[in-house]
């Protein structure tokens, strides 16, 4: 069992970073609520449809293989639009305008000039670019991100998270981040979630009780809204929350116990099954 | 200044001897057969097995451009019309049901679960085999020739195209569904243009088969074609019809690889930078 009993929402225009230790099933969960995989139990639900395959409701920007790579970087942002209509929709004036439409948003996200390139082409970080923009062009209702940055150098990094920034900012995206880095998770997220296997319950030690990865912090980090410098990276406070999550989340030999699990954030909420409130003896 | 070697060692850098040392064992087999063949015919002056270059030169000569008294046509023209056309047509046919096949196998469970075992089965079957089946079948014509470099060909490219296909990630069928593509959207509008580069890598490997069943059904029944005329020779120890007429075949052959190569890195420019990458 990789997850156990999670029980998550996800308010609108929050950008919910997911962290945890490598294994831990961030992914996992991205996954379910993408409908690439499926729950041995459970729901995924988008303002209060359930959803299971993957659809327009939910866009997703992965590390690696988000652009097709037989088409053009314009053509890849004109992806959605184009396997929404017949072939020939490439004739209407209706592409045309769609077509100018996503030359604008490349010219904003800096990369018009690649526009006629194949995505073999380009750098890991001009890839990551055109794969937001082709993403956000959908308009998806949540945005999905499993470790979109880390396959990036750290200064191509930073500018990244900062443009993404300015995006949540600009049309007020909700977006739900997987990151194997707590440094990236506490600057980015307006919520921080942990997920962790490295906890104790009713259950006992026994290792024969399969325990999945649980929500084992849920907090908020700043007021919606407001980007904070990079420069926030060298103070106390961040760093004192960075080993606040370490210890809670990452550390095996450090386990909370699952009724005193901190979980602050307003809209978070934690169930215990039966099993786990009613120990069997 | 460090000189790195020429030829010899891990660390050797050709550069320009590259064509010298290319062109070196051609020249050792041109130039061991002429000697081979001057002797023997000092030796035996009606000696068959190793007619010289001119005597080849002048077969060929004829071949290629006198009109066959018995047949009415230029015979090598209308051997190397007949033979690449049969060996086009099966190829071309195998290529299209090839992809279709392939790609729909991985793409649909239930498309799989039905056809793989079965083609599976199919493909264990040596086509030379088929051969009397064939010609009883479908008669001497053209189309038992076709069919069996049809049959010779098609497993392989299907296979090639269905492991391809696995081979394109997951992440891709999920972000061309995430764009709203519906299940046919994502298996013919996203999975398939990547694939039909694949597919002509997959024919070129085909070819090499297409030409030894297209030579075998030849030699067994035919009226025309490469094949035909290379058995026809045999009969007749005609060695000097027989020996260009294989570097005339070698020929085609590389002449085809290249085409389907050009035509590759051109209408794909994607796919060529993609490998070049890697």
New interface residues.
Partial sequence: MVLDNIDLSVPPRDLTAIVGPSGCGKSTLLRIV???DTPLAGEVFVYGDPVM????S???V?Q???L???LTVLQNVL??DR??HS?FWRTTGEYRAKRDEAMQFLKKAGIAEHAHK????LSGGQSQRVAIV??LF?R?KIVLMDEPFSALDPSTRENMQLWLLELWREYQLTVFFVTHDLEEACFLGTRLVALSPYYTDDRGDDPRVMRGSKVVMDVPIRHAGRISPPSVKETAAFGEMIEHVRRNAFDPTHRQHVERFELLYQYSWHTLTADESHPKT | MYKPPRIFGIYAEPNGARWILAALPFVILVAGYAVTSEMMHAATPDEKLFPTFGQMANTMWRLATETNKGAGQILLWTDTVASLGRLLCGVYIAAAIGLVLGVNMAMFPGFRATFAPFITFLSIIPPLALISILLIALGVGEVSKVTLIFFGTVFVITRDIYLATLAIPIEQTVKALTLGATQLGVVYRVILPQIIPRLLSAVRLALGSAWLFLIAAEMIAASDGLGYRISLARRLQNMDVIYPYVLWITLLGFMLDTILRRLTSWLYPWYTSDNSKS
Avoid: E, K, M
């Fill in positions: 993408l409908g690439q395959r993957p659809d327009l939910r866009g997703i992965y690696n293989y988000s097709l790579p037989h992806a959605g396997l929404r072939v194949y995505p073999a082409q082709q993403t959908q998806p």
